[in-house]
């Protein structure tokens, strides 16, 4: 397996605050990286970065081994690069469809045929279980029917890998259980995943590898149960609960 997405020392400052220090992150094509951390470790700036929706302060954002740090988001997504937010944001008055659409218009590639474009659609929409829920106005929908919209906008640009940002957060017990199986159905897929996530009995069932920060350093990176059982990662989240 091939290096697909790399971060090469990285480095973020916000003023005078160091949010990510010299952060070097490899994930393989096909794998299933989780990230855990406390509130404010800077994994979301992470994701940022890795999206391109914010620039590093130094280091590198390597996709299929060319440098892509001065690389806009929209120009990412083109290249197989998708993600979702901690905050969904989804176009309330549009439906399912619609909001599905928009993703799936300006994904990966160039220009999109209309075929392309149905059959983008159609893959995101089954892989999400949202078919019978397309022609609904996205306003309405439960939360859980929200996360799995926001998995279906990003899934419509047919990504290589996909960034998800605490797709599993707010949501009950058999609702975290529900959004694992589609995250493993994803997987089969074949698209690669990078997956922050605060709950992380739901990570431990879908990711190979896991990456543990703390104030935007690395603390281990490895084998998901060898990750969560090292002392320094106990501590950290001992201290935190
Ligand atoms: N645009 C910004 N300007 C200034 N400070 C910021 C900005 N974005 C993030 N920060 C700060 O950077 C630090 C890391 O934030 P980040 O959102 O990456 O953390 P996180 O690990 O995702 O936390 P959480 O688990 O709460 O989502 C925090 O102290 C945050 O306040
Ligand atoms: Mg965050």
Redesign the pocket.
Known sequence: MTELLELVGVSKQFGTLTVLENLNVAIKSGSALGVVGPNGAG??TMLNILAGDLAPSSGSVLFEGADVTSVPSHQRSRKGIGRTS?IPRPFEGLTVYENILVGATFGRGKLRKSKTINQACGFALETTGMTSKANVVAGQLTLLERKRLELARALAIQPSVLLL??IAGGLTEMEVHDLVVTIKLIRTTGITLIW?EHIVHALLEVVDQLLAIDYGRMLMCGDPKSVMASPEVQSIYLGNE
């Open positions: 994994k979301t901690q940002d605490e922050i």
